[in-house]
């Protein structure tokens, strides 16, 4: 089976996940949904100091948005905004030091923010993918504590400040990396067999779906939506998957082709009058399986995710 989603993913991947993906997919774009006036409203960005992150931060602030970029790394955050205020022209770029694999430090940026600024939008656009098993000082697996637990916390704890704002929305990058995977919530820290970084990130980003669509049932009154970028040339494409990126390095899409659907997302009215919860691809709703894949998981399973989660959280806060 998993010889099958792969071969299956890989083709659409050539098809739609690539530059010229993208350029086929924009032609259906509407340009004015992202004539938007964003002054008033607040976003936090995660990892907004390089790739997606910062191509998105780019966009909001053009726009005037009040604009939280949340990243692991002083001097890498405080280059990003320096570049962001002088091409935006927008002095509202604050930069927020938190490493998204420590609980506790995830807990306590979304205390304190939330007593000191309002949110309208949170970005969960911060990930990795860790070839070598890694556990943080916490002790949990890096590539699950960043993508999954980070994601997990902030997201839940700043859900009671969303619902104080109006048009509140929670976007996920998550990746179509995540179509070969099933869950499987009896390894969330891929403790069994050999280690594949690889695997453990889709595992991660099928998990980052899964939570969409739970909160979007749990929290109506705030917007969620996980979103796939496309194959975009970052950092951490060149880094992580060195192999991939020779390969296809002239078949990549920019960081700002793989931005565009976050943004669309984070700022366009189109896109919140769309139903909570799904997952996208090219400013489209797009389906989180593969045909015959198998990938499906039961609620039951689903549901001790969130209690996993939840248990892992609660442990960590401060
Ligand atoms: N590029 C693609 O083709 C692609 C495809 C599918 C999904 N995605 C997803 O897109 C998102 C953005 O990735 P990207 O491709 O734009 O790569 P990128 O340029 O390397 O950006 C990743 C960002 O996440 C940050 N980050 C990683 N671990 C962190 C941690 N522990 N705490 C705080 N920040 C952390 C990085 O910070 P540092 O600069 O300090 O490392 C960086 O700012 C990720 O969630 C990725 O999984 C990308």
Not at 51 to 79: F, M, P, S
Not at 149 to 171: E, M, N, S, W
Not at 181 to 205: C, H, I, P, R
Not at 229 to 254: E, I, Y
Request: with cysteine.
């Amino acid at each position: 089976m998993s010889f099958y989603r792969n071969a299956v993913w890989f083709v659409k991947g050539l098809q739609e996940y690539t530059k010229s993906g993208y350029e086929a997919a924009a032609k259906q774009f509407n340009t004015g949904d992202l004539d938007v006036n964003l002054s008033g409203r607040s976003f936090v960005i995660t990892g907004a100091n390089s790739g997606i992150g910062k191509a998105t931060a780019h966009e909001i602030a053009k726009r005037g948005g009040i604009v939280h970029l949340v990243c692991r790394n002083k001097e890498r955050a405080q280059e990003a905004k320096e570049e962001l205020v002088e091409q935006s022209k927008n002095q509202n770029v604050h930069v927020h030091i938190v490493d998204m694999s420590s609980a506790r430090q995830v807990w306590e940026f979304a205390e304190s923010f939330s007593k000191s600024n309002s949110i309208h939008v949170l970005i969960n656009n911060a990930g990795c993918m860790v070839n070598q098993k890694e556990l943080t000082e916490e002790g949990v697996e890096k590539n699950f504590a960043t993508n999954t637990l980070g994601t997990f916390i902030l997201t839940t704890a700043l859900i009671p400040a969303l619902k104080q704002a109006q048009d509140p929305r929670v976007i996920t990058v998550s990746s179509g990396g995540m179509l070969v995977q099933k869950m499987n919530v009896d390894d969330l820290q891929s403790e069994k067999g050999t280690f594949d970084g690889t695997m453990a990130y889709a595992q991660n980003k099928r998990q980052q779906v899964i939570l969409t669509e739970r909160w979007a049932s749990q929290h109506k009154e705030i917007h969620f939506s996980s979103m796939h970028p496309g194959w975009a040339d970052t950092p951490a494409v060149q880094l992580s998957m060195p192999d991939f990126h020779a390969k296809m390095k002239n078949k990549l899409r920019t960081e700002s082709m793989g931005a565009d659907t976050v943004v669309w997302l984070a700022v366009s009215a189109v896109a919140s009058n769309q139903p909570s919860g799904l997952f996208f691809q090219d400013r489209m709703a797009v389906p989180t399986h593969l045909p015959l894949a198998l990938s499906r998981s039961s609620p039951a399973d689903e549901e001790k995710l969130q209690a996993i989660l939840e248990q892992l959280a609660h442990k960590f806060k401060p």
